[in-house]
């Protein structure tokens, strides 16, 4: 189940976003990074309440395809398609329409500076939130591409950097042959399509500055509702209240609002768990802890039946 969710984590987390149409020039960049062609290495690195995750990657883009290889497995992003491979096995989700991208108006965009990185001239930006700055970009002026990322905490604290340590681009690049497992997604085995399903009441349209922009249907019983504010983004996975998921079993326990969460700290995503009452929720996402905490006061507390509903499925199941 993780992997599935981890899969759809990727394929709603890992597009690159447009910034508020006020700021034209960084949208552009950023339009023009997501047809780019590049290959690099990078290293991507969280750290939050001393809890940290790093890992180093190579990506390669081609045809608006992205080929990120890690560690852990291969990981094809393609337009509302994704796919995981782990040893030989592939797992793809394909979603067919999602909605149109929303930016908050919170986000100002400070810059453009002239810089240099790797050696190769480049552009600063700093998108801010009010006084604080929560993203620092620094692109290759030639192809757009994000070069170095910084994303910020509430007390001014880098929180995840994702830098590239090698890069190329150009037309005069070599064309990698990622193409291969993009024509095979079709056939291949494994491959999953969601469909669209009815938000949860549950779950609100709006949540401290994020918005609810679609619901799938991951199971008979379980739906996934993304949300996003433009510039970050996290899904929240509602299912009928069950144990507690292995891999959050032994997590660090973080309190919100008097409330206890279970968390997970990995290089890209933040995962939370908690039960309701009568519901059990994951969210995974990019956004920053301080934007996490105002998320969670907003969702569904984390609670415990009634002793008499305890005893009486106890008793009869």
Do not use: C, K
Request: proline fraction near 6%.
């Amino acid at each position: 189940m993780r992997r599935a969710v981890a899969l759809l984590a990727a394929l709603s987390l890992l597009a690159v976003p447009g910034i508020a149409r006020a700021d034209e020039a960084l949208e552009e960049y950023l339009e023009r990074a997501s047809a780019a062609d590049y290959r690099g290495r990078g290293v991507l690195f969280s750290s939050w309440s001393g809890m940290s995750a790093g890992v180093a990657y190579e990506v390669v883009r081609s045809a608006g395809v992205s080929m990120v290889r890690g560690p852990d497995g291969d990981l094809l992003i393609g337009t509302g398609t994704a796919a995981s491979r782990s040893g030989t096995e592939w797992r793809a989700l394909e979603i067919p329409s999602a909605s149109s991208w929303w930016v908050s108006d919170r986000y100002v965009l400070s810059g453009p500076q002239a810089a240099v990185r790797l050696g190769r001239p480049a552009i600063a930006y700093t998108v801010l939130e009010g006084d604080l700055a929560r993203v620092r970009l620094v692109v290759d002026e030639r192809s757009a591409v994000p070069l170095l990322t910084e994303v910020l905490d509430g007390d001014g604290r880098v929180y995840r950097l994702a830098v590239l340590i090698d890069f190329e681009s150009g037309e005069s690049m070599d064309r990698v042959a990622a193409a291969d497992p993009v024509s095979e997604l079709s056939g291949m085995a494994g491959m999953e399509t969601m469909a669209a399903a009815p938000p949860p009441p549950s779950l609100p349209e709006q949540v401290a500055g994020y918005r609810r922009a679609d619901a799938y249907r991951v199971s008979d019983d379980t739906v996934q509702v993304f949300y996003t504010d433009g510039l970050f983004s996290f899904s929240v996975f509602e299912a009928p209240r069950g144990a507690t998921p292995e891999a959050f079993r032994a997590a660090a326990t973080w309190e919100v609002a008097g409330e206890r969460y279970r968390r997970i700290v990995t290089p890209a995503h933040a995962w939370i768990q908690w039960h309701s009452p009568n519901r059990s929720y994951v969210l995974v996402g990019d956004l920053p802890p301080d934007h996490l905490a105002a998320v969670l006061t907003g969702l569904p507390e984390p609670g415990d039946r009634s002793w008499i509903v305890r005893l009486w499925r106890r008793l009869f199941g």
